[in-house]
Structure formats: C-alpha cells, structure tokens
C-alpha cells in the first residue's frame, strides 16, 4: 500500500511531476546521443579515404598516382557530401527500439521525399533560393534555372537527424499495425516505408516554411561561436566533457563538427569544423587541435598514474588494463575507457580533466594551431593531416601533448594519493581487507594453541 506522500510524489506533486519531466527528457537526449554514434562510425572510412585522395599524399604532390588518387577522393567524398542521409538512416536505427531493415528502407524514403520537398520549398524563398536552384544550359544556348536536386540540401545533418528521429518514433507506433484484409499484405513493417514518406511529406513543406529564419539564426550562433577564437575552443572543451559522463556530448559534436562554420570551398559551401579543415579550409581546425594533447597523451599520462597508484597485489590486473587502454587512447583516440574508469569513483579527478581539457583546447586556439581529425584525435589521424595544407603548428601541439603526459600523472598522482581516491586498484574489497586482516595477525599476540606439526601428531 503506497502512502499519501508516495502517492503524490513526495513534498508535493508537483516537485515529483516536474523531476520526472525532467528524467524523461534527459532519457530521450540520452537516446539521441546513442544514435549518432552509428553514423559518426561511418567517418573514419570517408577520412581516410578522402585524405589518402588529395594531391599531397597519392595524388601529383605526393606518390604521383593522380589517376588512384582521384578515386580515393571521390570514395571518401561520396560519403561526406551524403552525410545527411546517412545520419537519417543511423538515427533512425540507432534510436528506434527492436529496428530493423525496414527502418532503414523507410529512413531512405523519407529523407528522398524530404530532400525533394524541401527543395522545391527553398526555391522560392530569396533566403535560399540561391542554394538549391542552377542554372542549366538548354540546346538553344539559354539559360534556364533548374532546381538542383543533387544539391546539398540546405539543411544539411539537421535535416537527417530529424527525418532519422521521425522515422524511428513512426516505427515504434506502426511496425505491428494491422490492415483490413484487402490491405494486409502492406500492414506491420512494410506500412513503415509508407507512413514515413507521406510524414518527410509534411515535415519538408514545414521546414520549407521555417528553416529561411530558423537556420540562419542557427548559423549566426554558429559563425559567433567559431568566430569567438579561443573562448570560444575552450568553452567547448569544458561542455564536451561534461557531457561525456551523460552520453549528450555527441549532439554538441554533431553540431560544431557538421553544422556551425561555413566555407566557400571550390565544390560548393561546406558546412561544421570537421567538414571545413577536411575541405582545405584555412581557418578550420583550431576547434579541434586541443582535443590531441589531452587523448594522445593527457589521458594516457593519468591511465599510468592510476596504475601505479594501485596497491601493490593489484598492479598486475590494473596495469594491464590501464596500458591497453592507453594504447587505444594514443593510437584511436579513443578514451572513454580511461575516462570511464575513474569518473564516477573519483569525481574530483574528472573535474581536473575537464578543467585541463578547456585549458588545451583555449592555448592552441589562442597559438592559431589547426590539426583535424575524421573520428578522433588519436595518432592515425595525426599521421595522416600532418602534412595537410591547412594544418598549422603540429610542432607546438606534440610539444604541448609531451607536457600533458606528465602534467596527469604528475597531477593525478597527487590528488589520487593527497584525498586516497578509490581509482581501480584501490578500491576497499576482499583481497585488501584480507591483507589488512594478515598483517594485523601478524603484530599481534597469539591467544590460541601452536598448531601441532602433522609428524608429531597422535
């Protein structure tokens, strides 16, 4: 039986209505912040591939390979110039519960549909209608305008992820639904496809309605966020790894990385800070170098003061853990196991991470050093822009990545030891207590009998 208080939710409904508001939309951010980790998956393929395509590698600056180069280029550009479509289908897959392939199919319907429709919208707005509309040479030598629809749409990954989240919300309503019998056969999952393209329908007509004032107020934000140089770097430094504990780091990712920025590259407008210093953007890069001194070689600098840290009968497991995934940090970039690992146990560690993080990103943003990467900054991706055209300083950024190494161990073994932190290894548990238990043993009295050898037992 549940009390008064239980039953209205505790001091009061509405405290409990609006914590659980609250809950729910922190879950569903949640959820969205998974679902972009699918397509984000796709970028170290187009990266890779896009850069092994440019002139200073395979192409006439480099090995020469001007025929292979250009199909590497246009691998990874198919890729990057589809990026929208792509997350559209990621989300809808990553977001939606028990998806399938028929979530996939219909998250292609839908964004085809959309595309097309807010298209056609775009061309008749004088705020976009330059960048959907082309003009086309006719047999006669004039010139008609066309609407390009192999175009970027304005939109850009925005439109995907919405088109993704719609799609993924129909599919949870109507994978089950149930037709009359005449109409059967398009019933349960196949009736997915349908709705969802009848719906891109209306969302292209009101996005043709509203992204003319919604998107250049989004890439006013954007261009005052880039263009804030340093403050700007750092700012975003802290809030990525604050949102790294939450899974929400993701969506500010997508948004600097696809979104906000714009340059006038030779194949058209690119749009975000990774697209731009892919492109060869001359400004793009510096909301990116700062990641690398602290996943290169921060993080693996406190990985080694954890370990050693560690009590001594536990150095073993811990060391080996913590050295592979400093490997994984160094080489991929890749650092949430480290992270992971003392976020949570140590709280205070992870704020003198996010502190250290902003701190980079601020330094190298202020020093005008640029260095990008297709997934994260890890030494592939250092490898491979280190000789890119709009990579500045890489010297300044490798140097400060050396004094970041030691700068967390140093640090991290202080606080780990200064406040007795219980990082892996040295966590109360059965072996320690067992050892505590053997050593008070041994400096003790003996208060029962001396045990009778087994020889000279009777």
Known sequence: MSSPAAASGGNGGRGGGESGAWSATFAVLQRIGRS?????A????????????????????GLGWNRVAEVFAAAGGALLDNLALLFAVGVAIGFAKKSDGSTALAAVAAYLVFDRVSKVMFSHTSELKG?????????????????????????????????GLMV?????????????????????????PIISAGAALVLGVAFGLVWPTLGGWIDDFGDRLTGAGALGAGGYGVANRLLLPFG????LNSLIWFVFGTYDGPDGPVHGELNRYLAGDPHAGTFLAGFFPVLMFGLPGAALAIWRCAAPHRRGVVGGLMISAALTAF???????????????????????????????????????QLGFSFSAGLIDMLLNATKDNTRHLWLIVAMGVVYFFGYYAIFTFVIRRFDLPTPGREPGPESDAASDAESDAGAPSTSEPEVPPERAT
């Not at 929400?248 to 969506?251: K, M």
Request: net charge neutral; hydrophobic share 50%.
């Open 131 to 163: 960048t959907v509309v082309q003009e086309v040479r006719q047999e006669d030598g004039s010139l008609k305008e066309t609407i390009g629809y192999g175009l970027q749409n304005p939109t850009q990954v925005l439109g995907g992820i919405v088109v």
């Open 331 to 369: 080489v991929c970039g890749v650092t949430e196991p480290i992270e992971f690992s003392f976020m949570f146990v140590a709280p205070l560690l992870y704020l003198v991470h996010v502190v250290l993080t902003g701190f980079s990103m601020y330094v190298l943003a202020a020093a005008d050093a």
């Open 248 to 251: 929400l780091h993701h969506i």
């Open 36 to 40: 972009l980790m699918l397509p984000i």
């Open 168 to 192: 993924a919300l129909l599919y949870q309503r109507f994978y089950r639904v149930k037709l009359v019998s005449w109409l059967a056969f398009f019933g349960g999952r196949r009736f997915v």
């Open 42 to 61: 796709v970028l170290p393929a187009a990266g890779i591939l896009l850069r092994l395509g440019q002139p200073d590698l395979l192409g006439a600056d």
